[in-house]
């Protein structure tokens, strides 16, 4: 009996990967089909849907060559990893977001309509959500920026600079609508087309605001640092609230100077931490 020496050659691992220049770059797609097909092997499930994630990595502090990947998760598996369904490779972002998805949207189209073939059946597939933080959400859906006045992807608020930033008011207006945007009811609020547009999903109701950013690395990093450190702009020391925090912070970090060192790099794993223990 002829036996593979390695498990790759039994598995049939694919030991090359093609690699093309793309969007300023160098882009590897993986591939989606396959990959979803052997994450739901041996299950029960009749229908997926899909978390997808895009967002750069950057590959050192010294340099700025940075990487793009493209991942999913199947929710109704969670746990199952996180695929990784392409790898973009160059300097800061993808000069063209749309050729850089171009292969990703192609095969998702055709998983949509045709679902991922189980043994003798078909898996119905739909994208669930777009998890993504707000830079790279801007960048996909071409939209103009979070600091922008019209930067809000839920509301048609218009901001308004304070301070040298961009404040929203917490006046209720309208809600943007999946509609609007296929509309572009609102030129104001886009700087071009997206090729998500052709898959037919709700553009705003598909890409929720994400926690890390807005809260970890949003409201509890200044909450922190008000806590901890003297209030330039108001003048006020609040250097007292920090002992009130003592047990908490003691609970992650040996010493307060400790504490500090941490909070100014703004590590999202501590802040999360912290907050879960608040």
Known sequence: ?????????????????????LAGG????????????????????EQISLLINVDGIPLSKSSSRSLWPIQIQIFELPE??????????????PTDFNY???????????????????????????????????PARSSLLAIKGHSGYYGCSKCTQKGASILGRVAFSNKRKKKRTDKDFTNKSYPEHHVGETILEELNVGLVTTFPVEYQHLVCLGVM???????????ARKGKAV??????????VLKTYSTYDQARSQLNRAETTDLESQSDSN
């Open 1 to 21: 009996m002829d036996i593979p020496v390695d498990s790759r050659t039994l598995l049939k691992t694919c030991t090359s990967t093609k690699i093309t220049e």
């Open 26 to 45: 160098r882009y590897a797609h993986l591939g989606m089909t396959h990959n979803l097909e052997d994450a739901i092997h041996q299950t029960n499930v």
């Open 80 to 93: 199952k990893c996180p695929i990784i369904i392409g790898i973009w490779e160059g300097t800061s972002k």
């Open 100 to 134: 850089f998805l171009e292969p990703f949207v192609t095969e998702l189209q055709q998983i949509l309509v045709n679902g991922i073939r189980y043994k003798t059946t078909y898996v119905h597939c739909t994208v669930r959500a777009f998890i993504c933080n707000a």
């Open 221 to 231: 990093r200044k909450l922190l640092r008000m806590w901890s450190q003297k209030w």
């Open 239 to 248: 250097e007292e609230n920090w002992e009130k925090l003592n047990v908490q």
